[in-house]
């Protein structure tokens, strides 16, 4: 579904990405870990379209979107939940989530409202309330939630338990699985390492812009350096 | 002492001269909204709507009211189109480039209008400018009473089109969170020309209401730019209803204020309120603490 091969980017003339290669298979979970600042959120942002890769080939669904716009790349169905949330503070909560569908027709907006208002039934509750009010963890189901209004091929959520209580880390997790099972392709950026390789097929471990490691889940729990590295064990 | 009789139309000319303050405060606020600049150009865009207002009537006849058709709908072009390349592209993304683009921008078109139009001060001569209607026994301007009205629906259409429209959604999400909204797929420069134009087309709105009652000459803008700005941090920045209220206070102010201390120095109320709400309430109004 996703192949990326060889990409390099960076900020102003910082390389960050230092060639990454990455595969993802249809209805897969896929875990990316690495310590903080090894270029996993700067990955995903090339993969969005929000900066531009410096070298390297990112192919959708078949088709090459390494020099797609953001826009266009909403259009194929990869849609991202990013880091901090990134929600519109002076919007409603409804207002967020029409946004969330913006590249989608009319029609299918109240169905995806629907689905989603199912999902988080805290956000039905609040839905004329402003994002800005909501507390951490309701603005985490409503970033979420704005991105399933994409109707999502491909979700790719970084770091999705980040300021959560253990019930509402949980909670996350098991509501990762259900969007899978719903269809939706999954790539999880995580430093929760043990809880995103258990609900994962497979994983990837970043360190330095590049990837280093990389098997399936049980695999890469099983891993020696992996637990020293990252498990603390 | 001043008594009711003659306070009372001072107050309905003052209301109505602030509706049209607060067409051309509209604009800038929207665009200070979405973009964080000050649009130095905003004046001297007034001007150039103003003026083909003017030449459509000289040229074709057309009268100013039914130059509604064409004059808002070419100043959103002209607004989309300067945003688009000029605004956007010399600007490199930093605020304080974007407000030289406009400051620059501003004089150049002030100049090419002096050049081209002389400094002669220009008028619409329309059969009706000088009617009046009674209202509450107060005698008022027919002209200036369908600036009021055209300028409360133009603040009507502008409210609906922010609250209730996937356009005014997708520009009140630009304005707070770019990286938000480009996720979701907004076109940030289109979005950002788009709020550039409407506030700029609105201006072509109040030239229309403006001409029947007003004259042009290349610097026409200063004045209403001045008060507009006045007007913006009254009510608070980027907030509509604000400028709308503002322009009523104003032009209150205006209007009384040259009925109790003469003509000349009805705008001393103005400045005083500027400064005061800078004093008192920097954030204006109906504006948000930073
Ligand atoms: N906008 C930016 N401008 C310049 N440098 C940046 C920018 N964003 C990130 N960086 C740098 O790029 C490197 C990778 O950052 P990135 O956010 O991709 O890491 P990360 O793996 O997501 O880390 P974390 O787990 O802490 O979120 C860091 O050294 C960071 O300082
Ligand atoms: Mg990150």
Known sequence: MLEVTGLKAGYNRVEVLRGVDISIRPKEIVALLGSNGVGKTTFIATLSGLIQSWSGEITFKGQDITRTDAASIVDLGLIQVPEGRHIFPNLTVQENLVLGSYRRGRKARSANLERVLETFPRLRER???KAATMSGGEQQMLAIGRGMMAEPELLILDEPSLGLSPLLVEEMFELIVELNKQGMTILLVEQNVHLSLEISNRGFVM????????????ELLDNPDLQKSYLGV | MINFSILLPSILNGLTT??????????????????????????????????????LYKLFGLDPYLALLVVPAAMFVIGYVLQRTIIGNASHGRDENILLVTLGLSIVIENLALFFFASDTQVVDTPYAFDVVELFGAFLPVPKVIAFVGALLTALALWLLMGWTDLGRAIRALARERKGARLVGINVDHIFAMSFGIGIGVLGIAACLLLPTYYVYPQVGHGFVLIAFTIVVLGGMGSFIGALLGGFIIGVVEAVGGLVLGESLGQIGIFVIFILVLLFRPQGLLGHRA
């Open chain 1, 127 to 129: 839905i004329r309330q």
């Open chain 1, 207 to 218: 360190e330095n812009g590049a990837i280093k490691l990389t098997g399936t889940a049980k």
């Open chain 2, 18 to 55: 602030g509706a049209l303050y607060a067409l051309v405060a509209l604009g800038l606020t929207l665009i200070y909204g979405v973009l964080h600049i000050i649009n130095f150009a905003h004046g001297a865009l007034l001007m150039v709507a103003m003026y083909l207002v003017y030449f």
